[in-house]
């Protein structure tokens, strides 16, 4: 199976249409604008549609008019339906087909970075197992679980907290898990350029596991 490195909201687009999402409403707002960009390309050249809304209200506007003409809709959210940070735990799916169930309940590897996010998660811990990993800053506490805790100080490495995402990438390469260190460079090359590609090369370079 060939591997390819993408962004998060990328692989939520692509996911999205492999699993016959063909209707998509949002509008471009960070951090969620490549979710919309990636949709917009994927879904025309398979007849399905992406449309751009004004505002949240104005998208979900076209979802409902979309399940009123006959598509199939789901919708998995802790929060208000949004994709923003905070209040952003949101998954909306249409689809033509019977749906079935579309979430991950057993994840092999967990990025515990957020206090807040572990504790709303907090019954997902008790399904892993011995070969799920977590990746756990120093400040944040986890319920008991079988998974292995990989400890990591980003705070004594003098990493910032918004640049933590990418630097439990790191953690997870240098451990040659689910990528490694090429395929983080590679993606990183192609992502970014002159300052700001040696800016985050520098972080790579700087993380270190404890």
């Given at each position: 199976?060939a591997?390819c490195l993408?962004e998060?909201?990328?692989a ?5 249409v492999?699993s016959?999402c063909r209707?998509?409403a949002g ?6 604008t ?6 917009l390309k ?8 992406c ?8 998208s979900?506007?076209?979802?409902l008019?979309?399940s ?9 959210n802790?929060?208000d339906?949004t ?6 735990i949101?998954e909306?799916?249409?689809s033509?087909e ?5 979430g ?6 967990v ?5 807040e ?12 197992d011995k ?15 079988n998974?292995?805790?990989?400890e990591?100080d980003f705070?004594?490495?003098k990493i910032k907290?918004?640049?933590r ?8 390469a240098?451990l040659d ?5 090429d395929m983080l460079?590679?993606a ?6 002159d300052?700001?590609l040696a800016?985050?090369l520098?972080l790579?370079e ?5």
């Amino acid at each position: 199976m060939a591997f390819c490195l993408m962004e998060g909201n990328e692989a939520i687009a692509w996911g999205a249409v492999a699993s016959e999402c063909r209707f998509f409403a949002g509008y471009p707002i960070t951090p969620a604008t490549t979710i919309f960009n990636t949709l917009l390309k994927l879904l025309p050249p398979l007849g399905g549609i992406c449309l751009q809304g004004q505002d949240e209200i104005a998208s979900i506007g076209y979802c409902l008019g979309a399940s009123m003409a006959g598509l199939n809709v789901t919708q998995k959210n802790e929060y208000d339906i949004t994709v923003l940070r905070g209040a952003c735990i949101s998954e909306v799916v249409l689809s033509p087909e019977e749906i079935g169930y579309t979430g991950i309940t057993t994840p092999d590897i967990v990025l515990a970075l957020s206090q807040e996010g572990v504790d709303r998660q907090k019954h997902l811990f008790d399904q892993l197992d011995k070969n799920a990993r977590i990746i756990r800053t120093e400040d944040i506490n986890l319920p008991l679980c079988n998974a292995r805790v990989i400890e990591t100080d980003f705070k004594a490495q003098k990493i910032k907290s918004n640049d933590r995402a990418l630097a439990a990438l790191c953690v997870l390469a240098e451990l040659d898990t689910v990528i490694c260190p090429d395929m983080l460079e590679y993606a990183l090359a192609s992502r970014f350029r002159d300052n700001l590609l040696a800016s985050v090369l520098d972080l790579v370079e700087q993380v270190k596991i404890d």
